[in-house]
């Protein structure tokens, strides 16, 4: 019988059927953070359990640490609790930590992939939303909430039920400009924000295949935003090539026999998807959000929508209601639009790939004298990296704050926000109403895109900013 | 976790699509706290004027909503972030049913975690639903019961509703749900045991 990709991996992983349609689903590895790992952990024991496979676990700060130059773990005070009960329950279970400023830190779902710790064939789960980025190496990864956190921390396995199966297809190249960022917003602009709930998606064709693991990453970071718990993308030769060699990879004859294994993953040729979706590449330009839910989005030469336009009185209101928030005059042109503040980083896109393009739109140029510009790279290796390649200088020069690692202006849980009222062009994942902070109106864009607004000091198109 | 048999008050409309869980629980009042307290910060950035004072448009503000168990939301309700302070929110608020043509996929999951009821019903019907308690000015409840998976209209029309039979057993009689799991534990360390064997590659390099 033919399977899909999603099906080769989540068929194996059962323990148990449990009726009803739910599955016991044995769970290979486990993400935790600094915003709800430590006290996880701490509730597994009062329950009077036990951390069942505590080497499968795997931890880091990333949520609540502040990203100043020079921070410590002391920087933001509550997040330092945080941080204290994470490093004291990792201690106390034996979960591997990734320290503050050590090798292997970084926002989660980055330093996931980074160290091997997540792998084609496998699953993976995280209490965060956004654990479905690591899909882009070929594993089946979820994110889940702290009661479920929980139960596989005490059991090493979820109940869950089997979700459909979606297929969206990107045929064809990427035109000028045209990031994985913009595949994947334009794709939540037009099967809208809840297009994937109860699915899992797997990206195919031709444009994905050509895409590198970073680019991957960066398509699956978005299924949530779509409404899909699972984004995924089967393992090719530039998976197994980016793999080899990292932390937790296999090594030697498990190599091999892991390579094997992974090129059976792909989607049989004739498997069947519950959904299937095509997009042209032809019809994708560079992206940019102009209201308060990710499906808000519109080609950077586009028109901010009027409410008057909109399909039915429930989409009136709510465009009625983003514009508001967002300080727009319907019909206007977006681009042109004053910007305040330039983020680049998340999990998104802050890997080493985001940072590239972004400098490479920066180099010979300045931001804008009104904008704040951040950069926050999403882990030390990116960092170090791109410190080794010139990259810190490239942002510095250009007007930029060079960071360190975490979630930051993402989700501010960390002490730092995009002041009320102020206007963000933000390379992360969500326009929510108080996302960067109270108040604050956020563009999400690629890293390319939000380069261009910090130079341009408005919302711009990065097709004319060419290198 | 809590029991759910059978809620009954005035139900309170919030008909908006795409409600996230950002806007039902700002992060910064997660970090670092608990399950319990976050009832005064569901929706604030909604809820509270800049002074703090109560925001009077605000539809969970209405006298006739205030102490409601029962949440009318719109398409997509839930979305965005795992946050389960999402649901402790709302529940602290004291809500304990949310009626709502979808939900995100994680916090639907959640919402089942803590005792709180989530149930999928058409637009139409929620709509009616809200209609039938404003022209009553909220003096006429809804009735959730969940033995009987029925949703009683403040006009008294019953509306059946689909459950999933594994949640509503543990809804009804407030199951450990890491109990339940362990209950396998034999199937577990055998389907590890197994795998381990077939699958080398996917666990050597993590052991120690």
Redesign the interface.
């Known amino acids: 019988m033919p399977a899909t990709l999603f099906d080769k991996i989540w068929d ?1 992983h059962v ?2 059927d ?5 599955s ?1 689903l ?1 769970c ?2 486990v993400l935790v953070h600094d ?1 709800s790992g430590g ?1 996880a952990l701490q509730e597994v024991g009062e ?1 009077g ?1 036990a951390v069942a496979r505590p ?2 676990v795997f931890a880091t700060p990333d ?2 640490v502040s990203s100043a130059p020079g921070r410590t773990s002391e920087t933001f005070p ?2 330092a ?2 941080l204290a009960g994470l490093r004291r329950r990792a201690a106390e279970t034996g979960v591997r930590l990734f320290d503050l400023g050590q090798d292997g830190n970084g926002i989660v779902h980055v330093m996931g992939p980074e160290l ?2 997540v ?1 084609p ?2 699953t993976l789960v995280c ?3 956004h654990t479905c980025t690591n899909g882009g190496v070929g594993a089946l990864a979820f ?6 956190l ?2 596989v921390l ?4 979820l ?1 869950q ?1 089997k ?1 459909k199966r979606m297929r969206v297809r990107f045929e064809g190249s990427a035109p000028e400009g045209v990031t994985p960022k913009d595949m994947i917003l334009a794709a939540i602009g037009r099967f809208g ?2 297009s994937g ?2 699915y899992a998606v797997e990206y195919a064709g031709s444009a994905v295949r050509a895409l590198s693991v970073e680019g991957r990453l960066t398509l699956c970071n978005l299924s ?2 779509m ?3 699972i984004g995924m993308v089967a393992p090719d030769e530039t998976t197994i090539e980016w793999l080899k060699g990292r932390d ?4 030697g004859a ?2 091999e ?2 390579v094997a ?1 992974w090129h059976a993953l792909p989607s049989d040729e004739d498997a069947v998807f519950d959904r299937d979706l095509l997009i042209d590449m032809r019809d994708i330009a560079p992206q940019i959000t102009w209201g308060t ?1 990710p ?1 808000q989005v519109l080609p950077i030469t586009g028109n901010v929508p009027d409410p008057a336009d909109a399909p039915d009185a ?2 009136r ?2 465009w009625e ?1 983003a514009l508001a928030y967002m300080g727009l005059t319907p019909g206007a042109p977006i681009i042109g639009t004053k910007v305040d503040w330039v983020f680049i980083g998340s999990c998104t896109n802050s890997r080493i790939e985001d940072l590239r393009a972004a400098a490479a739109v920066l180099r010979g140029r300045h931001v804008a004298s009104h904008v704040t510009a951040w950069v926050v790279p999403g882990s030390e290796r990116v960092k170090h990296a791109a410190e080794a390649e010139g990259l810190d200088a490239a942002f510095r020069e250009a007007g930029f704050e060079w960071r360190e690692p975490g979630c930051a202006l993402c ?3 960390n002490g730092e926000a995009v002041p009320p009222g102020a206007r963000c062009v933000s390379t992360s994942n ?1 326009n ?4 960067q902070g ?1 108040g604050a109106r956020t563009h999400l864009a690629s890293p390319a895109m939000a380069a261009a607004a910090a130079i341009a000091g408005a919302i711009a198109d990065v097709r004319h900013f060419a290198a | 976790m809590d029991k759910f048999t059978r809620v009954s008050g005035a139900a309170a409309p919030m ?4 409600v ?1 869980t ?2 039902i629980i ?3 009042r ?3 706290t ?2 319990t307290g976050l009832g005064p910060y569901a929706f604030e ?1 909604m809820r509270y004027n800049k002074d703090g004072s109560d925001n009077p448009d605000f539809v969970l503000n209405l006298p006739q909503y205030r102490d409601s168990p029962i949440l009318l939301a ?3 309700f839930g ?7 999402a ?1 402790w929110a709302l529940m602290g608020m004291g809500f304990r049913a949310v009626l709502a043509p ?5 916090f639907f ?2 919402c089942f ?2 005792g709180m009821l989530p149930i999928v019903l058409p637009e139409e019907v929620i709509g009616r639903i809200a209609a039938e308690t404003e022209a009553a000015q909220g003096a006429r409840h809804t009735v959730v019961d969940l033995a009987r998976q029925v949703v009683v209209t403040p006009e008294g029309a019953e509306i059946p509703f689909a459950v ?3 949640k509503k057993e543990a809804l009804l009689e407030g199951l450990d ?2 109990a ?3 209950r ?1 534990k034999d ?2 360390d055998g ?2 045991a197994a ?1 381990r064997a077939a ?4 666990w ?5």
């Open positions: 194996p323990v148990a449990l009726g009803a349609g739910w016991l044995y290979d590895r915003l006290r329950a359990y080497e499968l949520h609540a509550t997040g609790k945080l091997g710790i792998l064939g496998t209490g965060d939303s994110g889940i909430g702290a009661s479920e929980k139960h005490a059991t090493q396995t109940p039920r979700p924000a809840a709930t109860g949530i935003e409404g899909a718990k937790f990879a296999p090594k498990a190599w026999a892991a294994a839910s499906e429930e989409k209101g709510a209601a989700v501010a849980a969500r929510f109403v108080g996302r109270t | 008909l908006r699509a795409n996230d950002d806007v700002p992060i910064q997660l970090v670092g608990g399950r950035r719109g398409p997509n979305c965005g972030s795992s946050r389960e302070g649901v979808s939900f995100g996929d994680i999951n959640n975690q803590n999933d039979a594994r749900d890491i339940l799991t362990l396998f199937r577990i389907w590890y795998d699958r080398p590659w996917a050597e390099s993590v052991e120690r």
